[in-house]
């Protein structure tokens, strides 16, 4: 069965940096993209960026543009999210979902990590 | 990218239908049949129920159903029942391979 499992809590200064890994299987994983999405305490889902795991081409939300990076392992079949100089407002619980870009929906979600940004 | 515009909360009993809106703009919601629509319990990853801003996927329940009109699009939920209490999102795609979620809705059963 399809599953994205994404690795767990972080804790970061502000300035710093977080990766956050999100491990697929059960699917053809680049036949799929993933898009990122984070959610803020007692807010809602913002749609942060798409990476194709096809052939790597990424976009990304404009706000997001200069601190986020992309990248995926076809080779463990693993999607990446890296975002820099984080600021409090950073802190929010960071999902990754299997992308379907001939309907633009996320299919399978994984379970979020909680990334907490704090001095 | 603004978010998409939903209301804040709907309320409804067990057994009655309600109906969650979700308005754009003429580069999103309005330009393309590309909604879906995303259902959130307190603590979990949400779940896929509405693509293609009416189709719904095997498995989710055949109360859950939805239209597009302009730049609006609407969930409708009939034969409320207490598991339906969360929160629910819409998501539009918005060209160039980027997309934009609404505020959210929070259900009370």
């Known amino acids: 069965q399809v599953q994205l499992v994404q690795s767990g809590v972080e804790v970061k200064k502000p300035g710093a940096s977080v990766m956050v890994s999100c491990k697929t299987s059960?699917?053809?994983?680049?036949?799929?993209?993933i898009s990122w999405m984070r959610q803020a305490p007692g807010q809602g889902l913002e749609w942060m960026g798409w990476i194709s795991d096809y052939d790597g081409k990424t976009s990304y939300a404009q706000k997001h543009q200069a601190r986020l990076t992309m990248t995926s392992d076809t080779s463990t079949n693993t999607a990446y999210m890296e975002l820099r100089s984080l600021t409090s407002d950073d802190t929010a619980v960071y999902y990754c979902?299997?992308?379907?870009?001939?309907?633009?929906?996320?299919?399978?979600w994984g379970q979020g990590t909680l990334v907490i940004v704090s001095s | 990218q603004s978010a998409l515009t939903q209301p804040a909360s709907v309320s409804g009993s067990p057994g009655q239908s309600i109906t969650i809106s979700c308005t754009g703009a003429s580069n999103d919601v309005g330009n393309y049949n590309l909604v879906s629509w995303y259902q959130q319990h307190p603590g979990q990853a949400p779940k896929f129920l509405i693509y293609e801003a009416t189709r719904r996927p095997s498995g989710v329940s055949n109360r859950f159903s939805a239209s597009k009109s302009g730049n609006t699009a609407s969930l409708t939920i009939s034969g409320l029942q207490a598991e339906d209490e969360a929160d629910y999102y819409c998501?539009?795609?918005?060209?160039?391979?980027?997309?934009?979620f609404g505020a959210g809705t929070q259900l009370t059963v």
């Open positions: 059960g699917y053809p994983f680049r036949k799929y993209g």
């Open positions: 979902a299997r992308w379907n870009l001939l309907v633009s929906t996320g299919d399978y």
């Open positions: 998501c539009s795609f918005a060209g160039s391979n980027t997309w934009v």
